[in-house]
């Protein structure tokens, strides 16, 4: 029993040594020297996000007497560089171009209609002057037998009395009535003109909302697609989604400024100077640093709910480009002063 328990104490260790010899040590983890790592400065930290100083919402158009969705048929891609008055999107414009097709065939019609309301009434002014005139004769033609009455007998003198009278009857008559269709042909002239007007409206709005169903970049820059609702899930918005008007479809901004929005505490004011400079460090680039500058300070502080500590905003302005910086990226603000913040 002795000898046995020696042999099973010598094959556990001969085991113990092949495991040794087999599994090579691991190396152990090496960092970076310090020399290849960006050095940022000491001075106020602050978190902020990474904001355009140009850009622009674009929003789904809102269409008068059209059904509130849309289809859409064009859009450009994320990341897309686009110049100013480029399309940025187009929704399907079938209906608005129908009634644009529709009001301007009415608009002509009524056009017609007043053209030919117009030699209508100026043919009824000229058949009135002209009774007018006959009338006004045939007073003085009865003036005229009146004054030669003297050396008529009685009857016809009479008669010429009443020949003066019916020719002034007829005259006051229509003086009156010729005025009131005077009056009545301004009238349905008027309605004609009003109605013209209105169809002339009805057509500038279909061809306008023709036109606003077709985007067209405010300012040169970049689009990035915004993420929006639609057929149960949500993302970026697709060529032939039907969309509401005023949801979020894309925005363009200038990537050659951007700026930094951040939160300063007011205790940490007093750093705040017209010579205040910031280094900024994205948190999804952290080997990349980037001077920036001071544009404005909220004066006035607001703190959180429930919270003692009062902060204020502040706008960075970063120097320089970096295809790397692109809005709402989170990023840490090291505030500094004149030359403190480094090359």
Wanted: charged fraction near 25%; aromatic fraction near 4%.
């Amino acid at each position: 029993m002795r000898y046995l328990g020696v042999f099973v104490a010598a094959a556990a260790l001969a085991g113990c040594r092949n495991v040794a010899a087999s599994d090579p040590p691991s190396p152990a983890p090496r960092t970076p020297p310090a020399a290849d790592r960006p050095q940022v400065p000491r001075g106020v930290r602050a978190t902020g996000k990474i904001r355009a100083v140009r850009e622009y919402a674009v929003q789904v158009p809102r269409i008068e007497g059209q059904s509130p969705r849309m289809t859409l048929v064009r859009l450009a891609a994320s990341g897309a560089q686009v110049q100013k008055d480029d399309v940025l999107a187009e929704f399907d414009r079938t209906q608005q171009i129908d009634n644009a097709r529709e009001a301007l065939a009415k608009y002509e019609d009524l056009r017609h209609q007043v053209d030919q309301k117009k030699a209508e009434n100026r043919s009824n002014a000229e058949k009135r002057a002209e009774e007018m005139a006959l009338a006004k004769a045939e007073l003085a033609k009865a003036k005229i037998q009146l004054r030669i009455a003297p050396v008529l007998g009685q009857i016809k003198r009479l008669q010429n009395d009443v020949k003066l009278e019916d020719a002034a009857t007829h005259i006051a008559s229509l003086e009156k009535s010729h005025a009131l269709r005077e009056s009545a042909d301004a009238a349905a002239l008027k309605i004609l003109e009003l109605k013209t007007e209105r169809q002339r409206l009805a057509l500038e709005r279909a061809e306008r909302n023709a036109e606003r169903l077709v985007l067209k970049a405010p300012l040169a820059g970049m689009v990035a697609l915004e993420n929006t609702w639609r057929t149960g899930s949500i993302g970026p918005a697709q060529v032939g989604d039907q969309l509401w008007g005023g949801q979020a479809l894309l925005r363009i901004f200038d990537p050659t400024e951007m700026e930094v929005s951040t939160q300063i505490a007011e205790p940490d004011a007093a750093a705040m100077s017209a010579d205040v400079r910031a280094v900024i460090s994205l948190d999804a680039y952290p080997d990349l640093l980037f001077k920036a500058r001071l544009i404005s300070a909220n004066p006035v502080a607001s703190a959180d709910l429930g919270s003692p500590i009062k902060r204020f905003t502040a706008r960075f302005r970063i120097e320089g480009t970096d295809p790397h910086l692109m809005p709402d990226l989170s990023a840490a603000v090291v505030i500094t002063r004149g030359e403190e913040a480094g090359p």
